[in-house]
């Protein structure tokens, strides 16, 4: 490989190290992230509930209004829209079904900057999604 090949290779995964790693994944992939510590917050007792809090971070992640599908087949999509609805980004995931259970879909349309509520219950032993608002 050619020195400068090299040298931009090591940058890009430095700066995906330093920035953890949110160059390499999308907004699907960072609310599965924010799914997967909540179950750990989730107390173990049957009936425990705790409420995940999710607001796009960035501009880069869904800057304007965007659409959540949680689905009971396992998959999380997002997609983010600009002012005039176009998708403009999206993203899906399985990660998340890792931790919970979705007995339903839920899609749920959002205002830019607002922040996207899944609530959670303990289960059989498994976390379980209630309600997404």
Known sequence: MHKFGSCGLLLFLSLAAITGCDLLSDA??????????????????????????????????CGGPYTVQLDKVGALIVWC?????????????????????????????KAAGSTLVIEIERR????????VK
């Open 28 to 61: 699907a992939t960072r609310l599965a992230y924010d799914i997967e510590a909540a179950e750990g917050r989730l107390g173990r007792e049957p009936g425990a509930r705790y409420s995940i809090r999710h607001t796009p971070a960035n501009a880069s992640e």
């Open 81 to 109: 829209r600009d002012v005039s609805g176009n998708t403009v980004a999206s993203g899906s995931t399985t990660y998340h079904s890792r931790f919970i259970d979705t007995a339903q879909t839920y899609i749920v349309d």
């Open 124 to 131: 059989n032993g498994r976390a379980v999604v209630t309600n």
